[in-house]
């Protein structure tokens, strides 16, 4: 574990904390200032600021007020966005408020949270302070009432639904579950007739019973009961696909219509001409049913409550005729049951249209919803696929083409036969009957796309020369790319490709390595080429003839046919085709004896037997490259020897590397072995 110096932390945090503290309590905190004091804040001063931040809150939060607490809410987000805090201070501060404050002042709190939602949703806050924010709304509104708080119920879901993205998980219902939500009524006939005669003798005694009976519709225990038993399958439909539990509600359903179309609504008018419907939104909502007897009437002439029943109906209508995906496979609604509710959906939508007051206007709010509605099943059907579409990218790849259908059997046989190639289509024929000999121009030069290795190493091996004083950081051989190239080139070209080198630990030293040795071989190929051309014009100097001065050359027309000419030029082709083939016999032997193979090294780590003896013959064959050679400590002793020996003879540009094995071995009076190594390689 890492120690830490739990003093200089300590207080380091207190004279954090000292400062802000200090400087809120006189309202002079410049943030700008305090960010040039603590520049590059580390954690334990930005848990100090936060820690003075919400000390001086729960301080003095009875005598601040909402302009107070907007302010430091606005010091606590602008020390966040200059990094001096955490991003979740300013949440953790409105936590300690909404906790600690009545109903009413956390509805002016929110109020903040609401107007900087912007901020709340940029990439430096969103995925530190959305959880937070999310279950500080939750515990919020656990403290509301759902009776007496539902507007600022409403408030906290739709800032929730701002918050997050559509497709957010947390805030779907992908299983389709429906909500539990059960309502209670009586189902007593005697209790039920024993509250509306009490209600009948209320009445009476407060002489409003001509009032009641004018405007009341009348009610009656079967009614009451068929009326609230609509709700057990409203929070319910997949009952509906029971039989019995279908034909029950068909039955309450009929009825109920059939009395609310019987009793219809007049448009009320006060005295002062304004219509009853026409109060503030605030006082007409209904969170949860009231199933009293001595209301049911009242009610049922309320045009808002008798709205909501129906758009309860046609919300159930849709769900039933829907596809959803998490219905099962029994659940499907017969023909009889179709027809019904195509018909009991007219006879709704006649009800709503004849409810007073601006029923056109509410008929088509309710239209659109609906049809949202189904859009918004789909989606769910679809898994809640993401809305946000994602950008394309600027470049524009082609599209792949599809691979051509390959020739028929027919073919080689045809063009062996024939010379013409015949193919499946005419374009192909055309393009096979260009040449005749296509093997021929495949392998024609002009078709090897491939560089030398000349040609590809060439920069490399440049930029390793320290002359030309190129920075490492430059070098080809560190480029990802071009060592992909190189490495596929050399396996192509080049045997160095599957010469061992255990001692390379990177790619980069690898071509490192390779580089020198195509080096030597590049200027030994120079070498032999100026060595050649000058064997040529000596050779040329010696064949041509001396021209004597006194000889009258003006009248000669003594020529050389042609046939004479073509026999001396093939004459002289042989004879320096002979000598560049001895040349290189030569150079080919000469390599052949100054070798050293694994074998070999093998051979003496072996043979050696002393550990001192061995351990002095290597540091004395690798002085001049012991820079360049590295080794793991943790191998064998001889594994180890056998590496940096191999190494060595990979490094070193001594041509007579075997000599200089002989000699070191004759050095250490190991004449034994250096007899055995001349004799082995003979």
Not at 491 to 497: D, E, G, I, L, N
Request: charged share 30%; proline share 2%; net charge negative.
């Amino acid at each position: 574990m890492v120690e830490v110096n739990t003093d200089e932390s300590v207080q380091k945090f207190d004279f954090v904390k000292k400062y802000f503290l200090d400087c809120l309590e006189l309202n002079s905190l410049d943030v700008e200032k305090a960010c040039d004091k603590f520049a590059n804040a580390d954690e334990t001063t930005k848990i100090a600021i936060e820690h003075s931040f919400r000390t001086y809150v729960v301080q003095n939060l009875t005598k601040m007020t909402i302009t107070d607490m907007h302010a430091i809410l606005n010091l606590s987000v602008s020390a966040a966005q200059k990094k001096l805090c955490l991003p979740t201070t300013p949440i953790h501060l409105l936590n300690d408020m909404l906790s600690t404050l009545t109903i009413e002042k956390c509805s002016e709190i929110f109020c903040y949270l609401e107007e900087s939602s912007h901020i709340w949703k940029s990439e430096m806050f969103y995925s530190s302070v959305k959880n937070y924010l999310l279950r500080m709304c939750n515990d919020l509104l656990k403290r509301l009432s759902k009776s007496q708080n539902t507007v600022f119920s409403g408030r906290i879901h739709l800032f929730l639904a701002k918050l997050f993205p559509l497709a957010e998980k947390s805030g779907l219902n992908l299983m389709s579950h429906f909500s539990d939500n059960f309502t209670r009524y009586t189902n007593n006939p005697e209790a039920f007739e024993e509250a509306i005669n009490k209600n009948k003798s209320d009445l009476m005694e407060t002489d409003d019973i001509n009032d009641f009976s004018t405007h009341s519709m009348p009610i009656d225990y079967n009614l009451y009961l068929k009326f609230w038993s609509l709700q057990d399958v409203f929070c319910r439909p997949n009952t509906c696909y029971d039989k019995l539990t279908w034909k029950l509600f068909t039955s309450n359903a009929g009825d109920v219509l059939e009395a609310l179309k019987g009793y219809k609504l007049e448009d009320l008018k006060e005295e002062s001409g304004r219509k009853m419907d026409e109060y503030d939104d605030m006082n007409l909502y209904f969170s949860k049913y009231l199933t009293s007897e001595k209301l049911l009437d009242l009610q049922l002439n309320d045009s808002n409550f008798r709205r909501q029943i129906l758009l309860q109906f046609l919300i159930l209508f849709q769900y039933l005729t829907a596809e959803v995906k998490f219905k099962s496979s029994s659940q499907v609604l017969s023909d009889e049951q179709l027809s019904w509710i195509k018909s009991s959906n007219r006879k709704v939508t006649e009800l709503l249209k004849e409810t007073p007051s601006l029923a056109s206007k509410f008929c088509s709010g309710v239209k659109h919803i609906l049809e949202r509605e189904e859009i918004w099943n789909k989606w769910k059907n679809e898994s809640c696929p993401n809305f946000v579409k994602e950008k394309k990218s600027q470049t524009h790849t082609k599209t792949a083409s599809k691979r051509p259908r390959p020739v028929s059997s027919d073919f080689l046989l045809k063009s062996s036969t024939n010379k013409v190639f015949l193919a499946d289509s005419s374009l192909m024929s055309k393009l096979c009957n260009v040449n005749h000999e296509n093997l021929e121009v495949c392998r024609d030069t002009n078709r090897q796309f491939l560089p030398s290795l000349k040609e590809f190493f060439q920069d490399a091996i440049e930029q390793l020369d320290p002359a030309n004083q190129v920075e490492k950081q430059y070098f080809l051989i560190n480029q990802t790319d071009w060592a992909w190239k190189g490495l596929r080139l050399l396996a192509k070209r080049s045997p160095y490709y599957f010469m061992q080198n255990q001692n390379v630990k990177t790619i980069s030293e690898y071509l490192e390595a390779i580089c020198g040795k195509l080096n030597k071989d590049f200027n030994a190929e120079q070498q032999a080429e100026v060595q050649n051309s000058k064997n040529e014009v000596e050779k040329g100097e010696k064949d041509a003839s001396p021209i004597d001065e006194n000889e009258d050359t003006q009248g000669n027309d003594e020529e050389f046919d042609d046939d004479q000419a073509r026999s001396i030029r093939n004459e002289n082709d042989e004879e320096m085709a002979g000598e560049e083939k001895n040349e290189i016999d030569d150079e080919q032997e000469s390599c052949k004896e100054n070798f050293i193979d694994c074998e070999l090294i093998k051979f003496i780590v072996e043979n050696i037997g002393d550990e001192e003896q061995l351990k002095k013959l290597v540091n004395n064959l690798t002085k001049l490259v012991s820079d360049k050679i590295d080794f793991e400590n943790n191998d064998d002793m001889q594994v180890k020897y056998k590496k940096i020996l191999q190494t060595w003879t990979e490094m070193d540009e001594r041509a007579d590397l075997l000599n200089v094995l002989i000699n070191e071995l004759k050095e250490l009076d190991r004449h034994d072995l250096a007899a055995k190594v001349e004799s082995r390689l003979k």
